[in-house]
């Protein structure tokens, strides 16, 4: 894997990718206004598992398409990937957009994006060539630049294997409880409600008041892990206050200090 500066990431200067292809690392008011940002980044964040955890067949599918690129070289499995991405076009087309998104190289015209013969995409113009290990590499990229944990996607995950109907009827069961209390508090009339939500709480809980104009020009990397680091503060803080508390019994156990856990 490709090493990057941190600075690049601290002072939302571009990443070099490739030799013409540089990856940009976009603001938190460009993200919050971008509808379409959640799809151009689960397009390289989010697994197959996931992405149809709800279907009976999906140890099938996985097994067919073991990540979103498989499904980008067959043409059945590049329509079904737009499909459950709520798109009318196919896979390739919504990851040429998310691509164009990242990297502002231009989709359309003779030197735009365009798929190969032998299951690779090119971009003419900066002679990009994207196979399974490039799209992999990228993908790591946008997990970083975006602080995707994996673990964020534990408790969706269907069971595996997905072998009986009774097994299948008790998940779906399971994943609308999850995903009702993982979507409280939103709105559904407003895009980006739940990253609008984590705005709003980093501006009013540091102990000195953020503006959200200033909250606005931060990187998507910045603002993910100064909330990161809120919330590992604050959960370390409440900590202590029941170590000390006499209304609770002391565990004796000691935690590590907030700032010893924090990483970029």
């Avoid at 490739?18 to 379409?36: A, C």
């Avoid at 502002?104 to 990009?128: A, I, Q, T």
């Avoid at 993982?182 to 501006?203: D, F, H």
């Avoid at 590992?232 to 907030?258: C, L, M, N």
Wanted: glycine share 6%; charged share 25%; proline share 4%.
């Amino acid at each position: 894997m490709m090493k990057i500066n941190p600075g690049n990431l601290l002072f939302n200067e571009p990443i070099k990718f490739d030799e013409n292809v540089y990856i940009n690392i976009p603001l938190m008011e460009d993200v919050s206004r971008n509808t379409n940002f959640n799809l151009y980044s689960r397009l390289f964040t989010t697994s197959i598992r996931l992405l149809f955890t709800t279907l009976r067949n999906v140890d099938e599918i996985e097994k067919k398409y073991p990540t979103i690129w498989d499904m980008v070289k067959d043409e059945e499995g590049d329509i079904l990937l737009g499909k459950v991405m709520g798109s009318e076009f196919r896979g390739s087309v919504l990851i040429m957009e998310a691509l164009n998104y990242w990297t502002g190289l231009e989709v359309d015209g003779e030197n735009g994006f365009v798929l190969l013969s032998n299951g690779k995409m090119m971009h003419v113009g900066s002679e990009w060539i994207i196979d399974s290990n490039v799209f992999k590499e990228f993908s790591d990229m946008i997990k970083l630049i975006t602080c995707f944990d994996p673990e964020s996607e534990r408790d969706m995950l269907p069971p595996k294997p997905m072998d009986s109907d009774a097994k299948y009827n008790t998940w779906i069961s399971i994943y609308k409880g999850r995903a009702k209390r993982l979507g409280r508090g939103g709105n559904n009339l407003i895009e980006n409600s739940g990253l609008v939500n984590k705005m709003m709480i980093l501006t009013i809980s540091m102990e000195s008041y953020i503006p959200i104009d200033e909250i606005k020009k931060m990187s998507i990397f910045m603002f993910n892990k100064i909330f990161d680091g809120l919330q590992s503060k604050e959960g370390y803080e409440r900590y202590w206050q029941i170590q000390v508390s006499p209304k609770f019994a002391s565990d004796k156990k000691i935690t590590k200090h907030w700032k010893e856990t924090f990483r970029i």
